[in-house]
């Protein structure tokens, strides 16, 4: 034989003798603001094969590939024919069957393979050829991503897909950081099993980092109840909320409903996968309307106590405006119309920004800019929105008097929030944040960059609008009475626009929402509520969404200790007597 050519004999025992296989890394864990786990991963196993192992020559048996996709089958949940595909591809010395089975699976397969192989060494003892068709199935470790918490902020978080990669959320974002990077392990090989006594090259894997959240768990969890609650209430078709710290930026939660349990895709529907709260973009109604008196107080062109008389009708363009109900002729200060949600007080107070329409549309423009609207939140989500605002030139005749009251653009949740955070944070905007750090596999914290920092309005400015968004929840004559909680003072705006159905392309149905802070005169967290296109009882923001609001809300003030102020609102007139 050494005479034929023995280095070829050689090489070719080499080649076979060899076996290679990955050594997965461990995904990085997913928690909350306190560290408790939101998505994390347990040990599972990939069922491996080779398919040389199972032709006739290694296997003794004809049909050993068919065989052991029969006996396969039922354990791994999968087709025999896919399974006999796998095994009898030809040339091959590595097939997967399953990926991240439980240790349960695997369990189950080695009791079936030691049954074989005692058959096959018994027939062998009896001068039989000693078939074993499951010699050649196999595991590799592997892990298994679960959400210990179900549908929790499942929103937020995504999922992984077939190939143990981020699939949405959190997980896709930062997949190159959560996943960190296999290894490999080459060892000798006889019979399908490892030769304990051969060399063997390793080459180990490294662990992901873990991802720390903003997110607070039970806000999380009150947040979503809420959502999910008034949403089948409504029978809508959707709804979020967003919690935020004012002062720090911070994202506390982030909820949507419908939602779905990244466990059990499956089961998910194409509706409630995704995270709508980012990824809807919708017109914001009378919310916007704290930009507009924020763009008139800070331009100094009124005052809370400025005179506003609202008639029933106003023609503007080619429309005739009309506010929510039909009403005698209004005589509201500017405070008042923001309290009782005037549409015609708002477009006669946003027509004084410029001596010329035009002009005072692009006043106007640069504040909503300046709020963050039409741009991105800066979180860096994947898929979010950055809503739609066009530039002030191109406002349609419509456009100009009824973006003043948060009609003709659009905004994602956050940001919307975002608005009411930078008044509560006395006129800066702070980059909203969803990530606190993260944590390598030597267990040191990495803390995530500091949020971008931008003045939008003055601080006396931002002070004045939060004490009229009192007025919205304090006074009688305001639209967000219901909002309302005991000992503290609260400030916030109601909305309901007409909604633009997403598949039709026109007007139908409504948003509902309301957005606040509190408290009013110490602020530290802001709530703000969606719901889309409800069907059922009333559609209006401040009966709908003003509950959520206040449910949240209290519950957010109570987690967080914090303290009423103690201090009376400053009870700012809504109204006043003509001929004052």
């Known amino acids: 034989m050494q005479a034929v050519d023995a280095s070829a004999y050689a090489a070719k025992a080499e080649k076979n003798r060899y076996l290679s296989r990955k050594l997965a890394a461990e995904r990085g864990e997913i928690t909350d603001r306190a560290g408790v786990a939101l998505a994390t991963s347990v040990d599972a196993y990939d069922i491996t094969a080779d398919p040389k192992m199972f032709t006739p020559e290694d296997s003794k048996a004809p049909d050993a590939p068919e065989q052991a996709a029969q006996l396969l089958a039922p354990i791994l949940g999968k087709e025999p ?56 199935v196999f595991q590799e470790p592997s892990s298994k991503r679960v959400y210990p918490n179900g549908d929790l902020a499942a929103g937020i978080l995504g999922f992984v897909n077939a190939s143990n990669r981020g699939g949405g959320g959190i997980e896709s974002m930062l997949d190159e950081t959560l996943a960190g990077k296999d290894g490999t392990v080459t060892y000798t090989q006889s019979g399908g099993r490892r030769v304990p006594t051969a060399t063997s090259r390793e080459v180990p894997a490294v662990p992901g980092s873990d991802v720390e959240l903003t997110i607070d768990r039970d806000i999380q969890w009150a947040a979503q109840k809420a959502i999910e609650d008034q949403v089948g209430k409504s029978n809508a078709d959707r709804g979020y909320v967003i919690v935020q710290n004012t002062r720090t930026g911070e994202i506390l939660a ?58 029933n009708r106003l023609h503007r363009g080619d429309r005739l405006f009309k506010d929510d109900i039909d009403h005698p002729t209004w005589y509201l200060t500017l405070n008042g119309v923001l ?55 191109n406002w349609s005749t419509s456009q100009q008097y009824t973006i003043p009251f948060g009609q003709g653009l659009s905004v994602n949740a956050v940001q919307a929030a975002s608005v009411y955070s930078t008044v509560a944070n006395g006129g800066v905007r702070i980059e909203p944040t969803l990530v606190r750090g993260t944590k390598g596999p030597d267990g040191r914290f990495t803390p995530a960059a500091e949020p971008e920092r931008t003045r939008v309005v003055s601080e006396k400015t931002a ?44 007007y139908k149905g409504y948003t509902a929402s309301f957005a606040g802070f509190a408290p009013a005169d110490d602020p530290q967290i802001t709530v703000y509520c969606a719901i889309q296109n409800p069907t059922r009882g009333s559609y209006f923001g401040g009966q709908i969404c003003g509950p959520i609001y206040q449910k949240v809300m209290a519950f957010a003030l109570k987690t967080l200790q914090v303290a009423p102020t103690g201090k009376g609102p400053a009870r700012l007139p809504v109204t006043f007597e003509p001929g004052e």
């Open 81 to 136: 024919a896919e399974l006999a595909a796998k095994l009898k591809k030809p040339g091959s010395r590595y097939a997967v069957l399953a990926r991240r089975q439980t240790p349960q699976v695997w369990n189950q397969i080695k009791d079936l393979k030691s049954v074989y192989a005692q058959k096959a060494s018994a027939d062998k003892s009896k001068g039989g050829p000693g078939a074993n068709v499951l010699a050649g």
């Open 254 to 311: 982030m909820a949507n409903a419908p939602g779905y349990d990244p466990n059990d895709l499956g089961q998910a529907t194409s509706a409630s996968l995704g995270n709508a709260a980012l990824q809807d973009a919708f017109e914001p109604g009378s919310t916007a309307k704290v930009v507009s008196m924020a763009a008139v107080l800070e331009e100094k062109k009124a005052t809370p106590a400025t005179h506003v008389v609202v008639p």
């Open 339 to 393: 309290a009782k949600s005037s549409n015609i007080g708002t477009i006669l107070a946003t027509g004084q920004l410029g001596k010329s329409q035009p002009e005072a549309n692009k006043v106007l423009h640069s504040y909503l800019r300046k709020f963050g609207l039409g741009s991105p939140t800066g979180l860096g989500y994947p898929g979010e929105t950055p809503g739609i605002l066009a530039p002030p030139q």
């Open 463 to 506: 002070d004045t609008l939060a004490t009229m968004l009192e007025s919205v929840v304090d006074d009688e004559e305001g639209t967000g009475t219901k909002a309302r909680i005991p000992g503290y003072r609260v400030a916030g705006k109601t909305g309901t626009a007409n909604r633009v159905d997403p598949e039709l392309g026109v």
